[in-house]
């Protein structure tokens, strides 16, 4: 009896069967707005990036209208929420403007994206966001520099 065809079949059987696990694994991967921990967590790390901004006067000249009332801080919390939660698979509608208009005009700074970055990171750090989402959730919102700072 020939074990070359039989052995043939439990590898390619071996091989489907693993590939059809490894490809419903990355299908059921949870989303990113699902690993930071749904809106409670979004809300947080908005609301806390908001009032980071609005105590960086290295850009909080940027956001004077976010920081003329707490109806005005809450507004610009509650809109920041919906644009994670967008971007990161959650259920929100970002229903504000897109990045380009809202921007124009602004003169904002490279130096100023940064910095807001680097309040981002202090957030996630406070929260205890690990490694992984944090990295995951600059690399959504990193490229939108070239809409912000505008030349």
């Excluded at 052995?7 to 930071?36: I, M, Q």
């Excluded at 909080?60 to 707490?70: D, E, I, L, R, V």
């Excluded at 504000?96 to 994206?113: E, I, K, L, N, Y």
């Amino acid at each position: 009896m020939n074990m070359k065809p039989w052995k043939s079949l439990v590898l390619t059987l071996v091989l489907s069967f693993g590939a059809a696990a490894a490809l419903n694994a990355a299908g059921t991967e949870k989303s990113l707005y699902d690993r930071l921990g749904g809106q409670p967590a979004v809300q947080a790390v908005a609301g806390n990036l908001v009032d980071a901004i609005l105590a960086d006067s290295r850009v909080n000249k940027w956001f004077t209208h976010a920081a003329a009332s707490p109806e005005n801080a809450a507004a610009y919390k509650a809109k920041l929420t919906e644009f994670i939660c967008q971007n990161t698979g959650g259920p929100c509608h970002y229903t504000g403007p897109d990045m380009v208009h809202v921007h124009m005009g602004r003169h904002v700074t490279s130096d100023a994206f940064d910095a807001v970055v680097q309040d981002l990171v202090t957030v996630l750090d406070k929260l205890n966001v690990p490694a992984k989402e944090k990295n995951d959730l600059l690399a959504v919102l990193g490229p939108l520099k070239s809409s912000i700072v505008q030349k």
